[in-house]
């Protein structure tokens, strides 16, 4: 792909820890730009079109104002690095090759809201990228944008590094703000939000690994070149973590709005030998699958909403002609079960029931009344958790039911 678009995955990615080498290519040029003009950074943010790209592609700029505008005092900025779902592994690449970016965007965001503490939260399950992370952390300590950071603060400036619970659960949001208080990772119903009330009540930013990473761009070239990079009405870059079937699975960093089809048969280099396209799982195995007849879908949060799906990390689970897709979604939500936190009850025994019932198709048990019972579970489920997991295990679920029921139908008994 053109170098132009090669935003988070260049050839700094090479630095890793050493603060020194990311500084002499540029960094730190991002952070520099917003000390000079703190409180244009959001309009800045606004301008870039810059969306959360951990999940839902909420507006950036909308999560941070209200902590921007927030009275001065405590105030938290966290980079969410769980990643616990199936397909999604962007964020352990950026913390381990380009640890710099990311904590520059972090403190781009403490600079634009005004916040005195900066978290890293890093799934434990990744060593490496944790070890790297509290390294880069030392180093920019000592660093003299610190300093400068907290002469507009006011206050002294805190970084830390917080290994998550390395549970699915953790990543969301709340359960992030529980684990960094030091409590287990409960999420929580909102409102509040964060940006009112977060850790120990204060107002907090969890913003993806993502996400931040894109920030020091931003800053050092400007919104519109930032805008320039998507096609389409798509804004920047996005990191899509290609796996499943292909020829060629792996990270890439493409233009926000490239399409299905360019992604899979030309930079994954088609399906395996002998295999057709059937499916796929986007943004990880919790959305509408995207079929034969969505390659032509531009892959940016609008375009896949628009396929009633969401873009929600990148993730793209490509699933061929051959494989089973009752198999692979009864996979999923067993995985869901064994991830919930046992909070919610609905969500707790729903995915266990789920589950127990796609087993019992999977492995030619089922009768006609349980595709019933998945229908109505699908419809009953949604919305009685305090996070998404339950509502994702159904869509999945009633997203297979609705494009690939022959698939069940053919596995019952009778």
């Known amino acids: 792909m053109n170098k132009a678009n090669q935003v988070l995955l260049k050839e700094e990615s090479r630095i890793g820890a050493d603060l020194a080498a990311w500084l002499s290519v540029g960094g730190g040029e991002g952070l520099a730009a917003a000390l000079r003009e703190p409180g244009a950074v959001i309009a800045q943010i606004e301008q870039a079109d810059l969306r959360g790209m951990g999940g839902a592609g909420f507006p950036t700029h909308r999560k941070w104002a209200p902590v921007a505008a927030a009275p001065d005092g405590d105030k938290y900025v966290i980079c969410n690095g769980n990643e616990d779902e199936p397909g999604t592994f962007k964020d352990r690449f950026l913390l381990e090759h380009t640890p710099h970016q990311v904590i520059e965007g972090a403190l781009i965001a403490a600079v634009a809201t005004r916040a005195n503490h900066v ?13 790297v992370v509290r390294e880069a952390v030392d180093q920019w300590r000592q660093h003299e944008h610190i300093s400068a950071i907290e002469a507009w603060l006011g206050v002294p400036l805190s970084m830390s590094v917080v290994p998550s619970s390395g549970l699915y659960i ?3 949001e709340t359960a992030v703000i529980a684990t960094v208080e030091g409590g287990f990772p409960f999420p929580r119903r909102k409102p509040p939000f964060p940006a009112q009330s977060g850790v120990h009540g204060v107002p907090t930013i969890v913003n993806n690994t993502e ?5 020091p761009g931003i800053l050092r070239e400007g919104a519109s070149w930032y ?26 960093e493409l233009p926000m709005g490239t399409s299905l089809q360019e992604l899979v048969f030309e ?4 399906m395996l030998q002998g295999k057709e396209f059937k499916a796929v799982f986007t943004g990880g195995p919790s959305n509408t699958l995207l079929t034969r007849s969505d390659l032509d879908v531009p892959l940016d949060f609008d375009s896949v909403r628009q396929r009633q799906s969401r873009l929600g990390t990148g993730a793209m689970i490509v699933v ?5 897709i009752v198999r692979k979604v009864a996979e999923y939500v067993n995985f869901f079960a064994q ?29 006609r009344a349980d595709l019933v019972a998945l229908a109505n579970l699908c419809q009953l489920l949604p919305g009685s958790g305090r996070c998404g997991l339950i509502d994702g295990a159904a869509t999945v679920v009633q997203s297979s039911l609705h494009h690939f029921s022959h698939e069940y139908k053919a596995l019952l008994m009778g």
């Open 170 to 172: 953790g990543g969301e």
């Open 211 to 215: 996400t931040l990473a894109h920030l």
């Open 267 to 270: 930079h994954g280099a088609g």
């Open 320 to 324: 061929s002609e051959g494989t089973s």
């Open 227 to 252: 805008r320039g990079l998507g096609l389409g009405a798509a804004s920047g870059t996005k990191l899509y973590s290609l796996s499943g079937d292909v020829l060629r699975p792996g990270l890439y």
């Open 119 to 131: 978290v890293l939260y890093v799934n434990p399950h990744e060593s490496r990228a944790l070890a």
């Open 339 to 367: 991830g919930s936190c046992g909070q919610c009850p609905p969500c707790k025994g729903g995915t266990f029931q789920l589950a127990r019932v796609l087993n019992r198709i999977d492995t030619g048990r089922g009768v």
